[in-house]
């Protein structure tokens, strides 16, 4: 969205309401213009970075720029991320502000996997990124890469829980595939977790291995960890999801009807067939608790601005 002071264009105000995302861009070219900007000293940094007071906006370039050193990025980045926890308010806007151009690829990314208004994926972007600004240490590299990293995995973690409460309340009809008849060509029926909320609402698999095959196929969650986490043997798990998976892919071949192989157990847990041939369920042993889904590995929300 274009700014009402450009001069090439007549604002409307009645445009679409600016996204969050523009609203920083504003504020924050706001707060470095003018007489006074917000400037980093970055005299003592060092690694041939200005010996004088930066404004932020010159400063986004500079760090941009593929010349710079990882090493000053990280140095400038520390000294704002120190600034944004300590003083809060202009200094948060200022480093959010620097690193616009990749919280805007994170929420693009974001965008294309879950449905939704877009305002508010950028919205969740910026309150995840600020609870980044608080977890991550300025003293390990990579700083920019981390803090995108950990605001992609935290809002991906609420777009899935979001989007999971919605699928075990909607009807059937909304989550199936826009080919069959009747389904209403729903422009979401084939995003996999929509998939996998109707083949448990058909009783095809239990929500436990909806969660397993979710958490380790589409969330990149090691195997390994996913085990240790639930203490489950990791064959366990693994014999648990090629089941699954079986039932699963053989459904979606039958053209997903809405009766699969009987309602699913409203218990939660997996069907005969899922835990027929389960060691632990053998034994006695409950081996159907709902998969720690905390357990994650970092993601990445790609290069830094481009």
Same mark, same amino acid.
């Given at each position: 969205?274009?700014?009402?002071?450009?001069?090439?264009?007549?604002?409307?105000?009645?445009?679409?309401?600016?996204?969050?995302?523009?609203?920083?861009?504003?504020?924050?070219?706001?707060?470095?213009?003018?007489?006074?900007?917000?400037?980093? &000293?970055?005299?003592?940094?060092?690694?041939?970075?200005?010996?004088?007071?930066?404004?932020?906006?010159?400063?986004?370039?500079?760090?941009?720029?593929?010349?710079?050193?990882?090493?000053?990025? &990280?140095?400038?980045?520390?000294?704002?991320?120190?600034?944004?926890?300590?003083?809060?308010?202009?200094?948060?806007?200022?480093?959010?502000?620097?690193?616009?151009?990749?919280?805007?690829?994170?929420?693009?990314?974001?965008?294309?996997?879950?449905?939704?208004?877009?305002?508010? *994926?950028?919205?969740? +972007?910026?309150?995840?990124?600020?609870?980044?600004?608080?977890?991550?240490?300025?003293?390990? /590299?990579?700083?920019?890469?981390?803090?995108?990293?950990?605001?992609?995995?935290?809002?991906?973690?609420?777009?899935?829980?979001?989007?999971?409460?919605?699928?075990?309340? *909607?009807?059937?009809?909304?989550?199936?595939?826009?080919?069959?008849?009747?389904?209403?060509?729903?422009?979401?029926?084939?995003?996999? &977790?929509?998939?996998?909320?109707?083949?448990?609402?058909?009783?095809?698999?239990?929500?436990?291995?909806?969660?397993?095959? /979710?958490?380790?196929?589409?969330?990149? +969650?090691? *195997?390994?960890?996913?085990?240790?986490?639930?203490?489950?043997?990791? &064959?366990?798990?693994?014999?648990?999801?090629?089941?699954?998976?079986?039932?699963?892919?053989?459904?979606?071949?039958?053209?997903?009807?809405?009766?699969?192989?009987?309602? @699913?157990?409203?218990?939660?847990?997996?069907?005969?067939?899922?835990?027929?041939?389960?060691?632990?369920?053998?034994? /006695?042993?409950?081996?159907?608790?709902? @998969?720690?889904?905390?357990?994650?590995?970092?993601?990445?929300?790609?290069?830094?601005?481009?």
């Amino acid at each position: 969205m274009r700014h009402p002071d450009d001069a090439d264009e007549t604002y409307d105000s009645h445009d679409d309401p600016p996204s969050p995302l523009d609203v920083l861009a504003t504020t924050f070219r706001l707060l470095t213009t003018g007489p006074a900007p917000l400037a980093l &000293d970055c005299s003592g940094l060092g690694y041939r970075l200005p010996r004088r007071r930066v404004p932020l906006d010159e400063l986004k370039v500079l760090l941009l720029h593929p010349a710079t050193r990882y090493a000053a990025r &990280d140095a400038a980045l520390a000294a704002l991320v120190r600034r944004a926890r300590a003083e809060r308010g202009a200094w948060l806007v200022g480093l959010a502000g620097v690193l616009e151009p990749g919280l805007r690829r994170t929420a693009g990314y974001l965008a294309r996997q879950f449905p939704g208004d877009p305002a508010d *994926l950028d919205a969740e +972007v910026l309150a995840c990124f600020l609870e980044a600004v608080e977890q991550v240490d300025p003293d390990q /590299g990579r700083l920019a890469g981390r803090l995108l990293g950990i605001t992609f995995t935290r809002t991906r973690q609420l777009r899935r829980a979001e989007l999971r409460h919605r699928q075990w309340t *909607l009807p059937l009809e909304t989550t199936a595939e826009p080919s069959q008849p009747g389904s209403g060509g729903s422009p979401v029926g084939g995003h996999p &977790d929509f998939i996998l909320a109707r083949a448990v609402r058909c009783g095809v698999i239990s929500r436990e291995s909806a969660a397993l095959i /979710g958490a380790t196929r589409l969330e990149a +969650v090691d *195997l390994g960890d996913l085990a240790a986490a639930s203490r489950h043997k990791p &064959d366990t798990l693994r014999h648990r999801r090629y089941r699954a998976e079986q039932r699963l892919i053989a459904w979606i071949h039958a053209g997903m009807p809405a009766h699969g192989h009987g309602q @699913p157990d409203p218990t939660g847990r997996p069907s005969a067939s899922e835990a027929g041939s389960d060691p632990d369920r053998r034994s /006695g042993r409950d081996s159907d608790s709902t @998969p720690n889904r905390a357990v994650t590995s970092e993601g990445s929300a790609g290069s830094w601005g481009v």
